[in-house]
């Protein structure tokens, strides 16, 4: 069944127990501020400041929930926005009418995906409960997990595996929305049709990476890794039939041994789209999918609709470029979903992934955190505890 109805079931079933669910109030007698990593202009990683003040997120909208923080997983995507990058397309989705002036926004807090517990929920919401342990990927137009609380929307929150600590399932929600979006909304390939195909992850020991090996070759997928020679052992452990070095010499060579793709997903762009369309099985519904788009790079360098409308003609173009040669050319975007997070849930406590943890650090160590990520060549993910500290 899928899992968007399960949710209309139970929500039907708690209705007829007794209707709202929503059992106190956390905003009636709570104080008004917190303790956040928060940034106060865009920059490097010495734009990041602590603060014991950052104002407590309230409930603005009857289908929101308000979620302590456990522990918030760290993306290079944290990095790319703390530097600016989407600030126009962010500045838009906050602010659709412009009635806020330039750099409404700050303090920011950073931070795209989190596990903890929902402290309060909206008169709406009856999904969840004060005291249940989920965990969340976070809008990028959205205040972050990197703070002791967070407001989000339910419809983006999911119960977390039962299999998982926070710590662990932290790390997960960010790059599963991601890797979920490009491969099955925009790839096209699911549980049921994935068996036997050919997957080509390029970029397979990051974040992203480690996810998708993981759930496709769960789906019966023969799955392709590149990587550098000393993150092979990680990437077959989770699954890759075949790992190709890309310190051994041109990729594009080494490939040219194998047999061709039905699916290739792109975590490094750059050159690659110029050879990597090349690997896909022509006239069969193959398709390349990159994580790498200039979208918001354009809206950032020619405002909103310049940017967009630049965007539109470069996609095109592509799109008619390759379909000429029986290929589809696609982008992909994160895209945050309680009800994927819900399948995700399910696949970690029935053993087919697992997170893959790189690092982890204190909430003190923030910005050791971000250096961390910003060295890049992940393997697997970094991850800031806060409950923790909290409590000490």
């Not at 929902?118 to 999904?127: A, P, Q, S």
């Not at 909430?363 to 806060?386: C, D, L, M, S, Y």
């Amino acid at each position: 069944m899928h899992l968007m109805c399960r949710r209309w079931l139970l929500v039907s079933k708690l209705t007829a127990r007794g209707g709202n669910v929503r059992s106190f109030s956390f905003s009636a007698s709570r104080r008004t501020v917190m303790a956040a990593w928060v940034i106060d202009k865009y920059g490097k990683n010495d734009v990041l400041r602590f603060t014991k003040n950052a104002a407590l997120p309230i409930i603005h909208y009857p289908n929101e929930v308000i979620v302590k923080v456990h522990a918030a997983g760290l993306n290079p995507i944290d990095i790319s926005m703390r530097g600016g990058y989407g600030a126009a397309t962010m500045a838009m989705k906050r602010d659709p009418l412009n009635i806020n002036q330039s750099g409404s926004e700050f303090p920011l807090t950073l931070g795209r995906e989190v596990s903890g517990e929902i402290m309060e929920c909206g008169l709406d919401v009856n999904y969840f409960k004060p005291g249940d342990q989920v965990w969340a990927a976070i809008p990028p137009w959205k205040q972050g997990g990197l703070a002791e609380f967070v407001a989000l929307s339910a419809n983006e929150v999911s119960h977390k595996p039962t299999s998982l600590n926070h710590t662990e399932a932290s790390s997960v929600p960010y790059v599963a929305a991601t890797a979920w979006s490009a491969i099955v909304n925009t790839g096209g390939l699911n549980k049921d049709n994935c068996a036997k195909k050919r997957v080509l992850i390029l970029g397979g020991s990051g974040g992203v990476g480690t996810f998708a090996i993981q759930m496709v070759k769960a789906w019966g997928a023969h799955v392709t890794v590149t990587c550098s020679q000393n993150a092979e052992r990680l990437v077959r452990d989770l699954g890759a039939d075949d790992v190709v070095d890309y310190t051994a010499g041109p990729v594009e060579k080494q490939l040219q041994t194998l047999q061709k793709f039905d699916l290739i997903l792109d975590n490094i762009g750059g050159d690659t789209e110029k050879w990597a369309l090349g690997f896909l099985k022509p006239w069969n519904g193959a398709k390349y999918v990159t994580l790498v788009t200039p979208f918001l790079h354009n809206t950032d360098q020619l405002g909103l609709a310049d940017g967009m409308m630049q965007t539109g003609v470069t996609v095109a173009c592509k799109v008619l470029k390759h379909l000429r040669k029986g290929v589809h050319y696609r982008w992909g975007f994160f895209a945050p979903s309680g009800p994927t997070l819900d399948d995700i849930s399910e696949m970690v406590d029935a053993g087919k992934i697992r997170p893959v943890l790189e690092e982890v650090f204190s909430f003190a160590q923030v910005p050791n955190a971000f250096q961390k990520v910003e060295q890049g060549h992940a393997r697997g993910k970094t991850v800031v505890n806060i409950i923790k500290d909290q409590e000490e």
